[in-house]
């Protein structure tokens, strides 16, 4: 649910964490027992970081500078961790002693901001905001709460001139004009707002929050026409957005909407929540955590950032706490089916599979239409290896299908593949073509399909051709280049098989099946001693039961003695994932 762009390259997160050296050099000496427990909580506190594990970081960061109030990396570790935990108040606090060793902290200075403002305290808000903008990131951030402070003091001069400084960044461009246009249309200033809406929507026309907005805005200016062609353009590509689709329902049946923001104080909640968003790549999903937070303090109902809070900690691998953000989405809401559907995920990789089954059956009995209920338990399905189910789920979710969109070639790779897994070739290559006439040139599918092809000596240079065409695109995928190695092995071409199977175990060393693959291959070149290695290797990687049976005949008899009766498919890693 990104609002815009993610925010990469402006070393966001330094600073969020502190060296153990820095730890060690600003301890102070207190007795063994007392080292010993302050120690203690210190090193389980940077273990709950690695795990993720925010609330249980927050203790014993928060225990360890109990114990040594005046270690300024301590006080820095709980800072972050009480944020991270949304544990806003005794963030608060802590900032206010971080500010007095550190006068220009650019995350305490936005934590005291932001309480300035919720006490309407705008010219100390103005202050710190001030104080942190001193990065990009904390231009950014400055930028944008300071003119929602300015807002709140019905001054728009003052809100547009403070976001002036976005200027300096390009990339900022979008954001700039996304909340003059937010702040224009909550002070009234329609006239102004409406060509800001449009510019914004020209430049970011894909974004939920922008669509949402620009097409409420023409709503509730009597332009209900161009708001559902706004609508219908955005679900043309996203078909089941609850929040789209309602307001598109909406529309049609002449309901008048709510502003979108009301008042300044959900404007910060949309500024910090769009940003949170924007970080949420690997590389800023920690700060992305942080910024969430800080939007529902502000804002406890954001719908969209409470919904964003569970999908960080679903990335993070934090399922339980994934779950109860997902709760927090209120049953009036329409992403609340979203929030279920995506709880009953995290359910699935706790292991509580039959837990998220009941769940989506529940969900798909209460509304038949559930196109990503039914999804997902294919999905769910598919990573268990119930292929036969599977394919029933992704068929309901085809049947709910007007006409298929380029977006949807995924639902018939993956029912071609669980047809493939079943033994339902004829349906399967069906589902595989209909996906790559949906997204022509397809990576993943041409793979697939290709491989199939070579298993089963039919179309064999055409298959080649794909499966060439599939390396080109993805040449560091392990699993693919796993793929034309063995193609050429079927194809006995095996001096070529080699060469691309030694490559494919360089990108994926620990694949047993890929190890398998390249040990037939050393095999048929004559290459004894190292294909009984390479077999070897793959019985020490983990393999599947019934692969771990034929490595066994391989290493006892070697390979005409163990021939299988058919070679596995190593499959892409998005082949593996649900």
């Not at 964003?308 to 009036?332: C, H, K, W």
């Not at 837990?355 to 598919?382: H, Q």
């Not at 990576?443 to 298993?455: A, K, R």
Request: hydrophobic residues 40%.
């Amino acid at each position: 649910m990104m609002l815009l762009r993610p925010i990469r390259t402006l070393g966001i997160v330094a600073g969020l964490g502190i060296a153990v050296s820095a730890f060690a050099a600003s301890a102070s000496q207190p007795g063994a027992d007392a080292l010993s427990s302050l120690s203690g909580n210190y090193l389980a506190g940077r273990h709950a970081i690695q795990e993720r594990d925010m609330s249980a970081a927050a203790r014993y960061f928060s225990d360890a500078l109990a114990q040594d109030p005046g270690n300024a990396a301590l006080l820095e570790r709980a800072f972050v961790a009480e944020m991270s935990a949304g544990n806003i108040t005794r963030s608060e606090r802590l900032a206010e002693r971080l500010i007095g060793i550190n006068e220009r902290h650019r995350m305490a200075h936005i934590v005291l901001g932001l309480k300035d403002f919720k006490r309407g305290r705008y010219d100390s808000a103005l202050t710190h905001f001030d104080e942190a903008s001193y990065t990009p990131i904390g231009e950014l951030t400055a930028g944008l709460l300071s003119a929602w402070v300015h807002a709140a003091q019905r001054d728009p001069t003052g809100a547009f001139k403070a976001l002036d400084v976005l200027d300096r960044n390009d990339s900022f461009g979008i954001y700039k004009t996304f909340h003059s246009a937010l702040i224009a249309d909550m002070l009234g200033m329609g006239t102004r707002a409406g060509p800001l809406y449009k510019k914004a929507y020209d430049e970011a026309g894909t974004s939920l929050r922008v669509v949402q907005a620009y097409g409420n805005f023409l709503e509730r200016h009597g332009r209900p026409e161009e708001a559902e062609a706004v609508y219908r353009a955005y679900l043309d590509n996203a078909p089941e957005n609850p929040l789209v689709r309602q307001a598109y329902d909406n529309v049609r049946h002449g309901m008048s909407p709510r502003p979108f923001v009301r008042n300044a104080r959900s404007g910060i909640g949309e500024a910090m929540f769009s940003l949170s968003s924007a970080l949420t790549d690997e590389t800023g999903i920690d700060l992305a955590l942080v910024y969430v937070r800080l939007a529902l303090d502000v804002k406890p109902d954001l719908v969209v950032a409470q919904t964003l809070l569970g999908d960080i900690f679903t990335d993070m691998g934090r399922n339980q706490e994934a779950i109860e953000a997902y709760e927090l989405v209120p049953a009036s809401s329409p992403l609340r089916k979203n929030a279920r559907i995506r709880a009953a995920g995290n359910l699935d990789a706790m292991g509580r599979t039959d837990e998220a089954e009941a769940m989506l059956k529940a969900l798909v009995e209460r509304e038949p239409d559930s196109y990503d209920a039914y999804m997902t338990l294919g999905n769910i399905m598919r990573s268990h290896s119930r292929f036969e189910d599977a394919a029933v789920y992704y068929s309901k979710v085809i049947e709910l299908m007007d006409t298929p969109i380029p977006q949807q070639w995924t639902v018939f790779y993956f029912r071609g593949m669980s047809y493939e897994r079943s033994k339902q070739w004829e349906k399967a290559e069906a589902d595989l073509l209909k996906a790559l006439e949906l997204q022509p040139g397809q990576p993943l599918v041409l793979n697939y399909l290709g491989y199939s092809w070579i298993d089963q000596g039919v179309h064999l240079d055409e298959a080649l051709d794909m499966i060439k065409e599939s390396v080109d695109q993805r040449p560091n995928d392990g699993y693919i280049v796993d793929s034309l190695g063995w193609g050429y092995y079927r194809l006995g071409q095996y001096e070529k098989a080699v060469e691309q199977l030694e490559r494919a175990v360089e990108l994926k060393p620990d694949d047993p099946i890929i190890n398998d693959h390249l040990g037939d291959a050393y095999w048929k070149v004559g290459r004894r001693l190292e294909a009984q290695f390479q077999w070897q290797h793959a019985k020490d990687s983990d393999p599947e039961p019934d692969l771990l049976e034929t490595l066994d005949r391989k290493l006892e008899r070697g390979l005409n003695g163990a021939e299988k009766p058919g070679p596995e498919l190593a499959l892409p890693e998005n082949d593996k994932r649900s």
